[in-house]
């Protein structure tokens, strides 16, 4: 329950900070990163995420099951005591804390790069989701590059592509978020940067959406990154449905891929970080004066088709 409380208490605190009330998320707020939870057989079976990486992780070292479905079914539980028993582990079936050590051991990830000087400067990170890299930019140059996973390629996993900012830091976690926590201010769910006790998941595509480092790397981060460091994710992106009316207030992946193209297009939106407030409205009304529709700074069909995305 405590973790569950400090997960609620991230994307309060990331609203509040944002400007926009915690409740105004129009997309499911269940989405991203979530308290690591024991897997075992119930009715109704567990599903999700989790479970599949727990399926393609027993299957890589041989335990089975045969089928990757996202379902914890008798297949996969009998995997996980096999597993457990192989490991000198009690072979209840249950998936804990203990369970997933043993699947990936922190010594299955590399050596740790040779540590650089803290940079001095005005930094920003990229995610390319594409490449499976993190890059931290100092005064606008490269610094260090990092091998992270990412959102799997599914239309509710994707990393969420945009312009985010750092607004929650936490030392030790443990469990699925390492020993390193930094949150982001994405406005439809739990999202951040993290480390992880799945390392053999890094340079693939196997999260619910959030960052995930080793631990070495994400401790060395955390330390040179201030809160308030703006992220930019790149790459592969969900689809989007253009078909409402964007007022201010709003907020959704739709609204960042309009802010995205209004930059594209030479509006300046000042950011884009999937909330509608007044510079996006701003930028929305310089386009409709530019093409002769009403200056509302309302998103609308004929918006839409002038930017390109209808």
């Not at 043993?102 to 390319?128: F, Q, T, Y």
């Not at 799945?198 to 340079?203: A, C, F, Q, T, V």
């Not at 907020?251 to 297009?265: A, K, P």
């Amino acid at each position: 329950m405590t973790r569950l409380w400090l997960l609620a208490g991230i994307v309060a605190l990331a609203a509040s900070l944002s400007g926009v009330p915690a409740g105004a998320q129009e997309l499911d707020p269940s989405a991203g990163c979530g308290p690591e939870r024991a897997l075992s057989l119930r009715t109704p079976p567990i599903t999700g995420v989790d479970v599949q990486e727990l399926q393609e992780r027993l299957k890589t070292l041989g335990f089975g099951p045969q089928r990757i479905d996202g379902v914890y079914g008798p297949e996969t539980a009998e995997a996980v005591r096999r597993f457990q028993e192989s490991e000198g582990l009690t072979p209840d079936g249950i998936v804990g804390l203990e369970t997933w050590a043993a699947l990936g051991p922190e010594a299955s990830s590399p050596v740790a790069s040779p540590p650089k000087e803290k940079p001095e400067g005005e930094m920003m990170i990229v995610v390319d989701t594409n490449q499976l890299k993190l890059t931290l930019y100092v005064n606008g140059e490269p610094y260090k590059t990092y091998s992270v996973a990412v959102g799997r390629p599914n239309q509710f996993t994707l990393s969420p592509v945009g312009e985010w900012k750092i607004v929650h830091k936490a030392r030790n976690w443990g469990g699925g978020f390492g020993t390193r926590w930094m949150g982001l201010n994405v406005p439809w769910g739990i999202y951040g940067i993290h480390g992880t006790n799945k390392p053999w998941s890094i340079g693939t595509r196997a999260s619910a959406g959030c960052i995930r480092m080793f631990n070495h790397d994400v401790e060395e981060l955390y330390e040179w990154v201030p809160t308030g460091t703006p992220v930019k994710i790149i790459g592969v992106a969900p689809d989007v449905s253009f078909d409402r009316q964007i007022t201010q207030g709003a907020t959704g992946r739709d609204v960042v891929f309009v802010q995205l193209r209004l930059q594209e297009l030479g509006f300046d939106a000042q950011g884009a970080d999937g909330r509608f407030g007044p510079n996006s409205a701003a930028a929305v009304k310089e386009l409709q004066q530019l093409y002769g529709l009403p200056v509302d700074g309302v998103v609308y069909e004929d918006v839409y088709y002038i930017l390109g995305l209808k």
